[in-house]
């Protein structure tokens, strides 16, 4: 059974910057989309962005304001999101969320979808605090 396991959240000031990890294991990236999900108490959860392993074709939030940039390392069975330039409103718990690519639209789907879709994986979650 796969699973996957995010790390790297922390408390940082206001335009800092921070980079999460997820570590994927039990499956091949390659055969995954990989999408970074945050949940803020008293927001809904939004789908921050979603890279797929096999081509890296990416979405981003409109709400990132290109601030973020998501990667993947195959050989690493790892994806990355580099955050900067982060704002109080970033505060969230991040969770690294894997479904197998079966179309050339899983990873817009699974970002643009985050309360409903049906996900093959989910992390546990890495605490994201900004402020000052």
């Known amino acids: 059974q796969g699973q996957v396991v995010e790390s790297g959240g922390d408390l940082v000031q206001p335009g800092e910057s921070l980079r999460l990890s997820c570590a994927a294991t039990g499956f091949t990236l390659r055969d995954y989309a990989i999408g970074w999900i945050r949940q803020a108490p008293g927001k809904e959860r939004e789908g921050v962005s979603c890279i797929s392993g096999r081509d890296g074709f990416t979405y981003y939030a409109d709400s990132i304001e290109n601030r973020f940039t998501i990667s993947k390392d195959n050989a690493k069975n790892m994806v990355f999101l580099q955050m900067s330039s982060l704002k109080p409103e970033d505060t969230a718990t991040y969770y690294c969320?894997?479904?197998?690519?079966?179309?050339?639209?899983?990873?817009?789907?699974?970002?643009?979808?985050?309360?409903?879709?049906?996900?093959?994986?989910w992390g546990q979650g890495t605490q994201v605090t900004v402020s000052s």
């Open positions: 969320a894997a479904t197998r690519i079966l179309g050339l639209n899983t990873p817009t789907a699974m970002c643009i979808m985050p309360g409903t879709y049906d996900y093959d994986y």
